[in-house]
């Protein structure tokens, strides 16, 4: 900038860094002074409600039994259906939606309860292991399934490999081998018990279809 103005560009610069200080003291982060929020003004939108940090109303649908709780909006689906309701069958394992032990069916879908807010559930249908199980409690088809083709060594994978499976079939109830491989693609078996996974898969879709 030129001198003859009387503005030089160090002075610019401090008048830019004044002004910002002078937004960050005001409580306006990111706010010019003397310039309007979009909808700050009576009768724009509402500002969004502010949840936390304690915890929250939270409504949950877990295995067709609603329940009423509190929960801190930073907690995952994973810390309150283990923590609070006591529902275990998702194992916490890698915690960063790398492994698929904690995979639960959310609303259908196929999800890593690690990486899912619990508010992000906040009105929906979770189904885990727990909730493929028969009526009665006994193992479903696909349990069973597992179970005969001995397609578990450790376990800790089982859950959510089970579900995972289950999601599968819901979308797609004659898989091919490939498709199984790749519907389990997010799910870790350190014992490296794949194969009988996918017969164990393929053998449920066939006895479904049988039974129809």
Known sequence: MSERSGVTRRRFLQGM??????????????????????????????????????????NLTVNGTAHALKAEPRATLLDVLRHQLGVTGPKEVCDLGACGACTVLLDGVAVCACMTLVLDADGRQVTTVEGLC??????????????????????????????????????????SPD??????????????????????????????????
């Not at 088809?141 to 083709?149: I, N, S, Y």
């Not at 498709?179 to 479904?208: H, K, M, Q, S």
């Open 17 to 58: 860094g004044a002004a910002a200080a002078g937004g960050a003291v005001g409580g306006a982060v990111g706010v010019i002074p003397g310039i309007a929020l979009a909808g700050a003004d009576e009768g724009g939108p509402a500002a969004p409600a502010l949840l936390g940090p304690g915890p929250v109303p939270v």
């Open 134 to 175: 028969e009526k009665d409690g006994s193992p479903g088809d696909l349990q069973r399934a597992f179970v005969e083709k001995d397609a578990l060594q450790c376990g800790f994978c089982t859950p959510g490999m089970v579900t995972a499976s289950a999601a599968l079939l819901a979308a797609n109830p004659s898989p």
């Open 179 to 212: 498709d199984v491989r790749a519907g389990i693609a997010g799910n870790i078996c350190r014992c490296g018990t794949y194969p009988r996974i996918v017969e164990a898969v393929i053998a449920t879709a066939a006895l479904r279809r049988k039974g129809r």
